[in-house]
């Protein structure tokens, strides 16, 4: 539906995101190893490593030669793997856009800690909302969705440049972006969308991110751009008064003589 590509919003409390390019780089690392490893690795990885809600649940076994991580720790590993690069790169680039921002609100260690509850959380929902499920859950999205909502919360009327349809760039307020994005995630999950994807891992996101940033926040970061700071990339030094009013002068003096000479 769209693809978003820049915000002009600064970071004001940290100079670097360093917990979002790391993120970041952790995901597209596995995704690597993962596809390096060939069919049969990945095969292994995603059981391994998934969310299965059935095997979550105790209803279904899974055989030990696939048994990677201690039990309960696929509430969190799933959310490191990737169908394909396109899978991968949705992802990551949400992340990119919106997670500076919400780091930056946070705090590093609060900003690693609310992106890993979120993709638990949303890991929780989807094996509550089915939980007899068989099929694993890999992806991010859980935790993509709770940095959006996050965000949303922060920044709603910060502009987004998109890329609308994947070819009309537009520059429109963030809370008509992703208030539409969110109702559309409760709308699929209502209508029963693609089963391809888990609408409520993603729900389980949004509630856990709008928890969660309020919670997580600085104590003096504000909620729903009660200030928004111009982009440094674009904030100009103000004129100095006194050098401006000589400036004025010496033009005004400059004028009158030239008057004075055609007399």
Aim: proline share 5%.
């Amino acid at each position: 539906m769209f693809i978003p590509l820049h915000d002009a919003n600064s970071l004001h409390h940290i100079k670097l995101q360093y917990v979002t390019i790391g993120l970041i780089a952790a995901n597209v690392i596995v995704y690597l190893a993962t596809l390096a490893g060939g069919d049969n690795f990945t095969n292994a990885a995603v059981l391994g490593l998934g969310f299965i809600p059935s095997v979550a649940h105790h209803t279904a076994v899974l055989g030990p030669e696939f048994v990677v991580v201690p039990d309960g720790f696929n509430y969190l590993t799933y959310a490191f793997l990737h169908a394909d690069i396109f899978h991968l790169g949705g992802n990551m680039l949400f992340l990119w856009v919106f997670g500076d921002n919400v780091e930056d609100a946070l705090g590093h260690l609060r900003f690693l800690v609310f992106y890993l509850a979120c993709a638990v959380a949303g890991a929780v929902f989807h094996g509550w909302v089915a939980p007899d499920s068989q099929a694993p859950l890999i992806g991010a999205s859980g935790a993509i969705a709770g940095v959006v909502t996050a965000y949303l919360i922060l920044h709603p009327r910060v502009k987004i440049w998109i890329l609308a349809f994947f070819r009309i760039p537009l520059r429109i307020p963030a809370y008509l972006l992703l208030a539409l994005w969110i109702l559309l995630q409760f709308a699929m999950f209502a209508l029963g969308g693609d089963d391809r994807i888990s609408w409520a891992c993603h729900i389980g996101g949004i509630i856990a991110g709008a928890i969660l940033v309020l919670v997580l926040r600085r104590q003096h970061a504000p909620l729903l751009d009660k200030e928004i700071v111009t982009p440094r990339a674009v904030r100009k030094k103000p004129p100095d008064e006194e050098g401006y009013r000589l400036q004025n002068h010496r033009f005004g003096q400059a004028s009158a003589n030239s008057l004075d000479s055609t007399d």
